[in-house]
């Protein structure tokens, strides 16, 4: 994808992520202190505890500089590595446009791709090479738009979901969590970065296969052919030229 599309996508998609670093921060303290103590604690700013209500009213601010120091932090290959679990050109969804993306979807007609491609390459690293030239004729499409941000989006949340348990689990000792309570919230967010992960692999499935869906809509371009209505011009045939025996009498 095009740098400038990448970041204008990641920055609509700015305040989805610090909603979910904020959720989970929550959903994490009330697992490990227990609700009571987080409700009291609410209500405890209500009444004048200016300096819990400033963290509470904090925590948004602190999303937002998490996310945008994450999302600058980590190496967008790692991210694609943690989403497809490769390494190397098969960390991207691209890798397999060709040999199984492609072919899998009905919308897509392999001969007519073939046709306007040339010959579809297998490799991981060419594959991604080809698809890409494909995608930068496509960019704007609106199919391939709402497919590339759920990408982005779903694989952000997949690279900050290892920095939020590792971060939780440091806050659970500090505090002195019960184990069975720690256990817990390192369950629930295993399973949450399942499950983003496996969201993330989809959107970036469906990002490839629109792609090439829209490109083998295209017809080919038909050789041209002479307009039948124009018409085709022949040479003027030689006149025969006759003797005066042959022309006959002249008047």
Do not use: C
Request: no cysteine; aromatic share 6%.
């Amino acid at each position: 994808m095009s740098k400038r599309s990448e970041k204008s996508l990641k920055s609509a998609n700015q305040p989805k992520l610090i909603t979910f670093v904020v959720v989970n921060l929550v959903l994490a303290g009330i697992t490990l202190a227990g609700h009571e103590t987080v409700i009291s604690s609410l209500r405890g700013g209500v009444k004048g505890d200016w300096a819990l209500l400033a963290r509470v009213v904090g925590l948004p601010a602190f999303g937002t500089l998490a996310v945008g120091l994450l999302g600058w932090l980590i190496p967008r290959d790692w991210k694609e590595a943690l989403v497809f679990w490769r390494l190397g050109p098969g960390r991207l969804p691209s890798s397999e446009a060709f040999t199984k993306i492609a072919p899998a979807d009905p919308r897509i007609d392999m001969h007519q791709l073939s046709a306007r491609l040339g010959s579809l390459p297998t490799d991981r690293a060419q594959q991604n090479t080809v698809w890409y030239s494909v995608y930068r004729k496509h960019s704007n499409e609106a199919a391939v738009n709402d497919a590339n941000s759920a990408y982005l989006l779903y694989r952000d949340m997949t690279a900050i979901v290892p920095f939020l348990i590792v971060s939780l689990m440091l806050a659970a000792g500090v505090i002195g969590a019960s184990l069975p309570r720690t256990l817990a919230l390192a369950l629930a967010i295993g399973v949450e970065f399942l499950l983003l992960a496996t969201a993330a692999r989809n959107a970036g499935r469906r990002l490839v296969a629109n792609v090439l869906a829209i490109e083998s809509a295209r017809s080919t371009k038909p050789a041209e052919q002479p307009s039948a209505a124009t018409p085709t011009l022949s040479k003027p045939r030689p006149r025969k030229k006759t003797s005066k025996a042959e022309a006959g009498p002249t008047a």
